[in-house]
Every structure is written in C-alpha cells, then in structure tokens.
C-alpha cells in the first residue's frame, strides 16, 4: 500500500508541533478582526501576495522583510533551499531582479493563525545576470504574528 506524505511532512517535527499549536490556538479576537474589516482571512492572504509582487518589482526589501518570517525557508524550483536572509541578499544586491510577476488561480484555506496558499506565479527576471521566465505552481505557507500575515515556508515546482 503506497501512502501518502502528509502535506505537514516538510515542516519537520518542530515545524508540525508549532503549526498544530497555531492551529489550536486561535481567538476569538482574529474573527472579530476580519469582520470589522470588511474582508475575510483568505482576502488578507491574497492582498499579502499582491503585496509581494509590488516589493518584489521594485526590490523594497524592507517591505519584504516584514511580510516574510525571520525562520522562513524556501524550495526552489531547482531543489535548493533558501532562507529569508538568501532571498533580501539577492535583491538588495541585484543578483536577484524581477521585471515581472504575475500570479494566477490562487486559492487559500485558512487553518487558525496559519494559511496555506497555492497558485501558479509567471516571473521573469534575471538571476545572477541569466535571464528566467515561466511559470510556476507554488504553495506558500503563512502565520498570522500581531495582526498580519507572515510567510514561514515556500516550495515551487516548474510548470508546463
């Protein structure tokens, strides 16, 4: 019988405590929040990503920096494992330059203080002066700290 990873096995077990911790810990203060701003969790999410793409353009790694969480990691589509610190590092100094994002089919589940993202981005830029573009499909995983949306984990894979 083939099973199936659970979709919490890249998290590590550390990772799976805090997130079933978040999951229970959740408020009554977070429901009333969305309700008094007129838009539900799953929107903040979205505008949190369409946030990104605007910082990612024009490289306001300051702006990125306070949506992505200090213990983020990243797979990218070649495998390799970045840090928050790898990603601000590449765009400060302009190894990493974005001239287009595009995002699409993006849908979200909210689990408590954790959301989980997915959706197919189209970016183009260079990366250490190679051009790239194309499409991805991605899954970003959110924690919701203070009031706002942070990124704590990212995995993407090439898309067709």
């Known amino acids: 019988m083939l099973r199936t990873p659970s979709p919490w096995h890249c998290l590590g077990p550390t990772g799976v ?19 008094a701003s007129g838009s539900t969790p799953e929107d903040s999410v979205r505008a949190v ?3 990104r793409a605007r910082a990612l353009l024009q ?3 300051a702006a990125l920096a306070r949506m992505v ?28 330059k974005l001239t287009s994002v595009k995002y699409d089919s993006l849908a979200v ?17 260079t990366f ?19 009031g706002r949306w942070q990124a704590v984990a990212m995995q993407q894979t090439a898309a067709q």
Do not use: C, H
């Open 17 to 35: 405590t805090m997130a079933l911790v978040l999951l229970t810990a959740q408020g009554p203060d977070l429901a009333a929040q969305e309700r």
């Open 49 to 51: 990503e369409s946030s």
């Open 59 to 61: 490289a306001d790694t």
């Open 69 to 96: 969480a200090d213990e983020f990691i990243e797979i990218s589509r070649l495998g390799q494992l970045r840090t928050k610190a790898d990603n601000i590092r590449d765009i400060a100094s302009g190894a990493l």
């Open 109 to 125: 589940r909210i689990y408590g203080d954790v959301a989980v993202l997915r959706g197919i981005a189209d970016n183009a830029g």
């Open 128 to 146: 250490r002066g190679i051009p790239f573009s194309g499409k991805i499909r991605y899954t970003r995983v959110f924690v919701r700290r203070d």
